[in-house]
């Protein structure tokens, strides 16, 4: 079968160039469209994916970033990728001290990731149609895991953790109908939020929290 790959990669040319690192494994064949931008030095971009139609835009213009799966569940390659769908789309910009992960494992879900300091965001999808946007800004550690298992097809969440202080949310959604999440903790202290959601209702769910 025929293999595509449509390529833009830009490293920095600094005497720290030698320090990024980028690598990807096409493990099905199918076509894609992957833009990698790295400027800045100890920024890493190591993933894999399987089948076509997919489109990533990675953006790294700070020090010591990573785009990849997490260590404690370490490479998918081995059941079919990281990225193991058809026409995904994922835009990921990380400015200094930011890891990401993912596990998509769906069709047709938009994924949009900013993070501006230290941050560690994971996200788990395993459903088609999801709209996940997240910005993590300001200085401190924050964190954020999203996970979407069971039948939540077509969700959309939002999650915006910004501030000084160290926020960390954990949420999980679930169910036989699709949710709307918007979460936004922007504080100078730390915010702490978990959520489990499981919508039975047939026209869906929404869920709004603030912290401030």
Do not use: P
Request: aromatic letters at 8%; proline letters at 0%.
């Amino acid at each position: 079968m025929k293999k595509s790959l449509l390529l833009t990669l830009l490293i920095s040319l600094s005497t720290w160039a030698d320090e990024n690192h980028v690598h990807v494994e096409q493990v099905e064949s199918g076509d894609v469209d992957l833009s990698i931008i790295q400027t800045g030095y100890n920024n890493k971009v190591d993933f894999s994916f399987a089948h076509g139609g997919n489109t990533f835009n990675f953006t790294q213009t700070g020090n010591g970033n990573s785009i990849s799966w997490v260590s404690y569940w370490g490479s998918g390659k081995a059941w079919g990728g990281d990225v193991d769908g058809t026409n995904n789309t994922e835009n990921v910009e990380q400015i200094g001290g930011a890891t990401y992960g993912r596990h998509i494992w769906g069709n047709n879900n938009e994924v949009d990731v900013y993070q501006n300091g230290t941050h560690l965001h994971n996200i788990d999808v395993h459903v088609d149609g999801v709209d996940h946007d997240l910005s993590q800004s300001g200085s401190g550690s924050h964190t954020s895991t999203t996970y979407y298992y069971g039948n939540s097809d077509n969700s959309v969440t939002n999650v915006t953790q910004k501030g000084s202080g160290s926020h960390t949310s954990t949420i999980t959604l679930q169910g036989n109908y699709a949710t709307t999440l918007n979460l936004l903790q922007d504080s100078s202290t730390n915010q702490i939020y978990n959520l489990t959601q499981n919508c039975q209702t047939s026209n869906g769910c929404t869920l709004s929290v603030t912290q401030e």
